[in-house]
C-alpha cells in the first residue's frame, strides 16, 4: 500500500493553461518537500511546507499543506513549456519513521 | 561541480552476476540514501546512512547490501542480480538524516537491466 497517494497520475495541458496536483495520504506528517524530475536526472526540491494550512509561492507555483497535516497540493498559474516533469511529493515523520517517504509521481507535460 | 556522482550511467546485466552501483558525494553531508525508481510506485528507499560507519533497511532491502567506510562514499551492492532489480537506481544524501532530514541532493541515477 502506497502511503501518498498522487493524483492526477499524468496530465496534459496547453501553454497558459492552469493546474492542480494533488498529494493525498491517510497519515500525518511532520513536513512535506514537492521535488521535481527531469527526464535522466534525478529530482530537485521546489519546497518544504511544515505547518498545518501553510502555502508557500514559488513563482508561479503555489504549495499548500493541508490543516491536518496529511495532504497537499501543488497549484501552478499560466503553465509554461518549462514546467514540464515528474512533480514527487515526499512526506517525514510518519508513525516515528522518520525517514522520507516519497509520492507515486505526477507526470506533468506542458503543450506549447 | 559539487554534489552527487553515480557510477556507472547504465549497465546491462546478466542474471545471476554481482554488481556494485557507486555513490560518492563531496558535500560533507551526513546521510546518505539509495532509492529505486520504477514507474508508478514513485522512489523506494533500498537502504540508507545516516552518518559515516553505520547502516539501515529501507523500504526494499531484500537482494541489496550496503557499506558507509566515509563519509563520502555509499555503494550499492547486487550479490546475484535478478530481473526485478531491473529499474533506476539514485543515490540521495541530506546534511542530516532522520528526524531532521532536510533537503534531499540527488545524482542523475544508474539504469541497470538485468537480463
Known amino acids: 500500500t502506497q502511503l501518498l497517494e498522487q493524483s492526477p497520475q499524468f496530465l496534459s495541458i496547453q501553454e497558459g493553461e492552469n493546474l492542480t496536483v494533488y498529494c493525498n495520504s491517510s497519515?500525518?506528517?511532520?513536513?512535506l518537500q514537492w521535488y521535481r524530475q527531469e527526464p535522466g536526472e534525478g529530482p530537485v526540491l521546489l519546497v518544504t511546507v511544515v505547518t498545518g494550512g501553510e502555502v508557500k509561492k514559488l513563482k508561479r507555483l503555489t504549495f499548500q499543506f493541508g490543516d491536518a497535516r496529511k495532504d497537499s497540493s501543488l497549484h501552478i498559474t499560466a503553465a509554461q513549456p518549462g514546467d514540464t516533469g515528474l512533480y514527487l511529493c515526499a512526506g517525514a515523520g510518519h508513525f516515528g519513521n522518520e525517514k522520507l517517504t516519497f509520492g507515486t509521481g505526477t507526470r506533468l507535460t506542458i503543450i506549447p | 561541480i559539487a554534489g552527487i556522482t553515480q557510477a556507472p550511467t547504465s549497465q546491462i546485466l546478466a542474471a545471476g552476476r554481482r554488481m556494485t552501483l557507486r555513490c560518492t558525494q563531496d558535500?560533507?553531508?551526513?546521510?546518505m540514501y539509495w532509492y529505486r525508481q520504477d514507474l508508478g510506485l514513485g522512489l523506494r528507499l533500498i537502504h540508507y546512512s545516516n552518518t559515516a560507519g553505520t547502516t539501515g533497511k529501507g523500504e526494499v532491502p531484500d537482494g541489496y547490501s550496503v557499506s558507509r567506510a566515509n563519509t563520502d562514499d555509499f555503494p550499492l551492492t547486487l550479490a546475484s542480480a535478478v530481473p526485478s532489480q531491473t529499474s533506476v537506481y539514485f543515490c540521495?544524501?541530506?546534511?542530516?538524516?532522520?528526524?531532521?532530514?532536510?533537503?534531499?541532493?540527488f545524482g542523475e541515477g544508474s539504469r541497470l537491466t538485468v537480463l
Open positions: 558535500m560533507r553531508h551526513n546521510a
Open positions: 497519515s500525518v506528517f511532520s513536513s
Open positions: 540521495a544524501s541530506s546534511a542530516q538524516g532522520a528526524p531532521n532530514t532536510g533537503e534531499l541532493f
